[in-house]
């Protein structure tokens, strides 16, 4: 009996002196850090306001493909990200009857 009782009480033990938290606050403050850095990134790109903004040009041929994809706006990066999001857009299904269609579309996103 007193092989498990000592048994018993050295888990215990030591399940209960295995629960330490003072590490984790010490990874809770550098992930919140990082996550803080991460938004000042951003809304360094944004340049202080709180929308991006830009207008996608494009032309719809006669067989339904996209090309000629041009973007205008204030933020470089982002007029890449709408440029590939057009190029992306699967429009094969809606066949156009009579030649070439130029379009235009502004985009914009509120942070």
């Given at each position: 009996?007193?092989?498990?009782?000592?048994?018993?009480?050295?888990?215990?033990?030591?399940?209960?002196?295995?629960?330490?938290?003072?590490?984790?606050?010490?990874?809770?403050?550098?992930?919140?850090?990082?996550?803080?850095?991460?938004?000042?990134?951003?809304?360094?790109?944004?340049?202080?306001?709180?929308?991006?903004?830009?207008?996608?040009?494009?032309?719809?041929?006669?067989?339904?493909?996209?090309?000629?994809?041009?973007a205008?706006?204030?933020?470089?990066?982002?007029?890449?990200?709408?440029?590939?999001?057009?190029?992306?857009t699967?429009?094969r299904?809606?066949?156009?009857?009579?030649?070439?269609?130029?379009?235009?579309?502004?985009?914009?996103?509120?942070?």
């Amino acid at each position: 009996m007193k092989k498990y009782f000592s048994l018993f009480l050295f888990f215990a033990l030591n399940f209960y002196f295995s629960q330490q938290t003072e590490g984790l606050r010490i990874i809770k403050a550098k992930y919140d850090i990082q996550i803080q850095n991460i938004e000042n990134n951003y809304a360094d790109a944004i340049k202080g306001t709180n929308r991006v903004e830009c207008r996608v040009y494009f032309i719809i041929e006669k067989d339904g493909s996209i090309t000629s994809v041009k973007a205008s706006g204030s933020n470089e990066q982002f007029n890449r990200q709408a440029e590939l999001c057009v190029l992306l857009t699967e429009t094969r299904n809606q066949k156009r009857t009579a030649g070439k269609g130029f379009y235009e579309r502004s985009i914009s996103i509120k942070l």
